[in-house]
């Protein structure tokens, strides 16, 4: 599960949580209070008025009454109002619903106050006594504020809450965008930065952020031009060292022809040894070089179709004219038409240099069978020796430059143990994989690479 | 062009190894050169201009005028021979080299007796014609003449620049057209030497040459490639 998911589950959760926590909390404890404080409010206040209703009416009759019951009907939320005497004949007021009538009924009865809760309305009623023991009612019917149906309330309450939750949801979202992109971010240039792409950075990416992510990245790039630099000097030294190792052998190799124009027949042997040697030094140099370019730029090289069956064929028949003298085949089995993305030049060192190594390391009078394959759009390229293999636990190491396995370096097979590392660092460079194994008493290596499918 | 005394062919060397200078004039004075060295781009190209020089050695890294600027510069006024010593393993160097009008070219560090035997080479093939009439070649295939005498070549009336060495291979290759000639011999006919395996310099100047020559008016190829065998001038 990715950063941003968690991130952005768990804090919703635990905001939902809470937000259900605390509505819980505020139901069971605050909202009935609510109610029963306004009831109390309400049967105070109808206290009040019925004693002062009752007053009146002793003291100035129904005219009195009607005119204090009218100024208290004036209020808008008031929608109803009366006073009653014992056989239930209204004194005063205005008109009454029926279950206000009810209500009365139910206050005489209970000789107290009584309430009602209708969808809209709220009704109370008060019984009173005056001193000479006379019987009266007091009534009064009160608009209730808009939400105050009980089922409007839940569902009100239910809105609410989920509004809350996404709402939560979209703080989040944005809080875990927040964490995770620059991660994202930093995990992308070191993929780049561990693909070779030297020149990968990622601080420009954080625009004006000034936090610990931003301070990383910023550290990223410090990190990531340090080891360009390292790496690049490193690369230039190989390179250098190589090219200043050439002017030397140069003159090396003219000296030595001038010696040889100077030359008897007893020097002669000795003369073509050193010819011998200098040409391998060339070729170590060559490979170093080559291995060093191919290490330093990944990406840089000609993108063109290249035709593989024709390639491998003819390096085949290269190696084969090569092989022959010392009494070796190389045979090619099958070639399936098929065709890459590439540098041509790259791929040929490619197929060379493990072709070469086959037929250097097969046993003399035996074959060297290379078979390309085309499957599900990638090509096989297999190469079998019958060179007794290497050992299992070498076979990973056949790609590491200046590697040899083991007795081979008291063999003079000639080798510098570059050919496979250059092999392996081209055809990567083509995206491609290259595998060794031991198989039927020789060494087996396996090149993929992508094709392309034919435009024609 | 050149003295008729084959043995005093006159050489200039760029090369700004002193060094490997001395010795190179060493080696070829006893081969029968008469040589002449300069260690930078700059005045290398100014001898080639105004020296009687036969061919020229051009190393590609110089001071001043790299190689390529000096090969570029000469080819605007000069068809003066150039052999390229290029750096080995810089496919690049080598491509460019001959794009812009190196007769061959050489990797350092090279063998002063394959120096020698190309030097010889390519002045075998410029070397003035005789009114011998076998010199007087004329070919016309195709659109393209091709004057040995004049070692002009033109396709479609347009004048083509080719090196020697191209001038040699399109000349096989016309003289035996609609044949299929084998690599082994178009390198032994013109780069007098034997193909080696793994050696793709008959392939790069054959590239260079299909660059200049163009495709047909309907876009195919003048020259085929045979797999594993040869080239062909293919004759409609």
Same mark, same amino acid.
């Given at each position: 599960?990715?950063?941003?998911?968690?991130?952005?589950?768990?804090?919703?959760?635990?905001?939902? *949580?809470?937000?259900? !926590?605390?509505?819980?909390?505020?139901?069971?404890?605050?909202?009935?209070?609510?109610?029963?404080?306004?009831?109390?409010?309400?049967?105070?206040?109808?206290?009040?008025?019925?004693?002062?209703?009752?007053?009146?009416?002793?003291?100035?009759? !129904?005219?009195?009454?009607?005119?204090?019951?009218?100024?208290?009907?004036?209020?808008?939320?008031?929608?109803?109002?009366?006073?009653?005497?014992?056989?239930?004949?209204?004194?005063?007021?205005?008109?009454?619903?029926?279950?206000?009538?009810? *209500?009365?009924?139910?206050?005489?009865?209970?000789?107290?106050?009584?309430?009602?809760?209708?969808?809209?309305?709220?009704?109370?009623?008060?019984?009173?006594?005056?001193?000479?023991?006379?019987?009266?009612?007091?009534?009064?019917?009160?608009?209730?504020?808009?939400?105050?149906?009980? #089922?409007?309330?839940?569902?009100?309450?239910? #809105?609410?809450?989920?509004?809350?939750?996404?709402?939560?949801?979209?703080?989040?979202?944005?809080?875990?965008?927040?964490?995770?992109?620059? #991660?994202?971010?930093?995990?992308?240039?070191?993929?780049?930065?561990?693909?070779?792409?030297?020149?990968?950075?990622?601080?420009?990416?954080?625009?004006?952020?000034?936090?610990?992510?931003?301070?990383?990245?910023?550290?990223?790039?410090?990190?990531?031009?340090?080891?360009?630099?390292?790496?690049?000097?490193?690369?230039?030294?190989?390179?250098?060292?190589?090219?200043?190792?050439?002017?030397?052998?140069?003159?090396?190799?003219?000296?030595?022809?001038?010696?040889?124009?100077?030359?008897?027949?007893?020097?002669?042997?000795?003369?073509?040894?050193?010819?011998?040697?200098?040409?391998?030094?060339?070729?170590?140099?060559?490979?170093?070089?080559?291995?060093?370019? #191919?290490?330093?730029?990944?990406?840089?090289?000609?993108?063109?179709?290249?035709?593989?069956?024709?390639?491998?064929?003819?390096?085949?028949?290269?190696?084969?004219?090569?092989?022959?003298?010392?009494?070796?085949? !190389?045979? !090619?089995?099958?070639?399936?038409?098929?065709?890459?993305?590439?540098?041509?030049?790259?791929?040929?060192?490619?197929?060379?240099?493990?072709?070469?190594?086959?037929?250097?390391?097969?046993?003399?009078?035996?074959?060297?069978?290379?078979?390309?394959?085309?499957?599900?759009?990638?090509?096989?390229?297999?190469?079998?020796?019958?060179?007794?293999?290497?050992?299992?636990?070498?076979?990973?190491? *056949?790609?590491?430059?200046?590697?040899?396995?083991?007795?081979?370096?008291?063999?003079?097979?000639?080798?510098?143990?570059?050919?496979?590392?250059?092999?392996?660092?081209?055809?990567?460079?083509?995206?491609?994989?290259?595998?060794?194994?031991?198989?039927?008493?020789?060494?087996?290596?396996?090149?993929?690479?992508?094709?392309?499918?034919?435009?024609? | 062009?050149?003295?008729?005394?084959?043995?005093?062919?006159?050489?200039?060397?760029?090369?700004?190894?002193?060094?490997?200078?001395?010795?190179?004039?060493?080696?070829?004075?006893?081969?029968?050169?008469?040589?002449?060295?300069?260690?930078?781009?700059?005045?290398?190209?100014?001898?080639?201009?105004?020296?009687?020089?036969?061919?020229?050695?051009?190393?590609?890294?110089?001071?001043?005028?790299?190689?390529?600027?000096?090969?570029?510069?000469?080819?605007?006024?000069?068809?003066?021979?150039?052999?390229?010593?290029?750096?080995?393993?810089?496919?690049?160097?080598?491509?460019?080299?001959?794009?812009?009008?190196?007769?061959?070219?050489?990797?350092?560090?090279?063998?002063?007796?394959?120096?020698?035997?190309?030097?010889?080479?390519?002045?075998?093939?410029?070397?003035?014609?005789?009114?011998?009439?076998?010199?007087?070649?004329?070919?016309?295939?195709?659109?393209?003449?091709?004057?040995?005498?004049?070692?002009?070549?033109?396709?479609?009336?347009?004048?083509?620049?080719?090196?020697?060495?191209?001038?040699?291979?399109?000349?096989?290759?016309?003289?035996?057209?609609?044949?299929?000639?084998?690599?082994?011999?178009?390198?032994?006919?013109?780069?007098?030497?034997?193909?080696?395996?793994?050696?793709?310099?008959?392939?790069?100047?054959?590239?260079?040459?299909?660059?200049?020559?163009?495709?047909?008016?309907?876009?195919?190829?003048?020259?085929?490639?045979?797999?594993?065998?040869?080239?062909?001038?293919?004759?409609?």
């Amino acid at each position: 599960m990715s950063l941003f998911l968690k991130i952005f589950l768990w804090f919703w959760l635990a905001i939902a *949580l809470i937000l259900a !926590v605390v509505t819980v909390v505020n139901w069971s404890t605050q909202t009935e209070p609510l109610t029963r404080q306004w009831q109390n409010f309400m049967g105070e206040s109808v206290g009040m008025n019925s004693q002062t209703a009752l007053q009146i009416y002793e003291a100035e009759g !129904v005219a009195g009454l009607q005119t204090y019951l009218n100024r208290l009907a004036s209020s808008e939320r008031v929608s109803g109002i009366g006073f009653f005497d014992g056989n239930g004949k209204q004194l005063g007021g205005t008109e009454i619903s029926r279950e206000g009538f009810d *209500l009365i009924a139910e206050a005489r009865q209970s000789r107290n106050v009584e309430f009602k809760r209708l969808p809209e309305l709220t009704l109370a009623a008060k019984a009173i006594t005056d001193p000479a023991n006379a019987n009266f009612v007091y009534i009064i019917q009160v608009r209730r504020p808009a939400q105050t149906s009980l #089922l409007g309330e839940i569902t009100n309450r239910w #809105l609410q809450i989920l509004a809350l939750i996404l709402t939560a949801g979209l703080v989040c979202y944005a809080l875990a965008r927040y964490f995770s992109s620059p #991660l994202g971010k930093l995990r992308e240039a070191t993929q780049n930065l561990a693909r070779g792409d030297l020149k990968a950075r990622v601080a420009d990416r954080f625009g004006r952020r000034r936090d610990e992510f931003a301070l990383l990245a910023r550290d990223f790039d410090v990190m990531a031009e340090r080891i360009e630099s390292l790496i690049t000097s490193q690369q230039r030294l190989t390179q250098d060292i190589s090219h200043e190792l050439r002017s030397p052998l140069a003159r090396m190799n003219v000296a030595l022809e001038i010696a040889r124009q100077k030359s008897n027949a007893e020097t002669q042997p000795m003369l073509n040894r050193i010819d011998t040697e200098s040409n391998r030094l060339n070729e170590m140099i060559s490979r170093i070089l080559m291995l060093a370019k #191919l290490e330093s730029g990944a990406d840089d090289y000609e993108q063109r179709r290249i035709d593989l069956a024709e390639l491998v064929r003819d390096v085949a028949a290269d190696a084969d004219f090569e092989a022959k003298a010392n009494g070796k085949v !190389v045979e !090619v089995s099958s070639a399936d038409k098929c065709s890459v993305m590439g540098s041509e030049n790259l791929l040929r060192s490619a197929i060379e240099n493990v072709l070469r190594n086959a037929v250097r390391y097969t046993a003399d009078r035996t074959v060297v069978d290379v078979s390309l394959e085309a499957v599900n759009g990638h090509a096989i390229l297999k190469v079998s020796d019958h060179g007794g293999g290497v050992p299992e636990e070498e076979l990973v190491n *056949l790609f590491r430059p200046f590697y040899r396995v083991g007795e081979d370096r008291t063999r003079k097979t000639g080798g510098i143990g570059l050919g496979l590392a250059i092999a392996e660092r081209a055809v990567s460079a083509h995206k491609g994989t290259i595998t060794a194994t031991n198989y039927n008493g020789g060494l087996k290596i396996e090149i993929a690479l992508d094709t392309i499918k034919k435009v024609d | 062009m050149g003295s008729l005394d084959f043995c005093m062919n006159k050489i200039l060397i760029i090369d700004d190894d002193e060094e490997l200078c001395e010795l190179v004039s060493e080696y070829l004075t006893v081969e029968g050169f008469t040589i002449e060295s300069v260690n930078d781009g700059e005045s290398g190209l100014e001898k080639a201009l105004n020296g009687d020089f036969d061919i020229v050695i051009l190393d590609v890294m110089l001071p001043k005028m790299n190689g390529f600027d000096v090969l570029r510069n000469l080819r605007e006024e000069s068809k003066l021979p150039v052999i390229m010593l290029t750096a080995r393993g810089d496919d690049m160097e080598r491509i460019v080299g001959l794009e812009i009008g190196a007769d061959d070219y050489l990797p350092k560090p090279f063998n002063p007796r394959e120096l020698a035997a190309r030097l010889r080479a390519i002045l075998r093939r410029t070397e003035p014609i005789s009114d011998d009439a076998d010199f007087g070649e004329r070919l016309d295939i195709d659109g393209i003449q091709v004057s040995a005498a004049s070692r002009i070549a033109t396709c479609d009336g347009v004048e083509l620049n080719l090196t020697s060495v191209e001038f040699e291979l399109l000349s096989e290759l016309l003289r035996e057209a609609g044949k299929i000639i084998r690599k082994e011999d178009l390198s032994e006919r013109v780069l007098e030497r034997k193909l080696s395996p793994f050696d793709r310099s008959l392939d790069m100047h054959i590239s260079n040459l299909r660059k200049k020559l163009g495709t047909r008016a309907d876009g195919s190829e003048r020259i085929k490639t045979i797999r594993s065998v040869g080239y062909i001038y293919t004759v409609l």
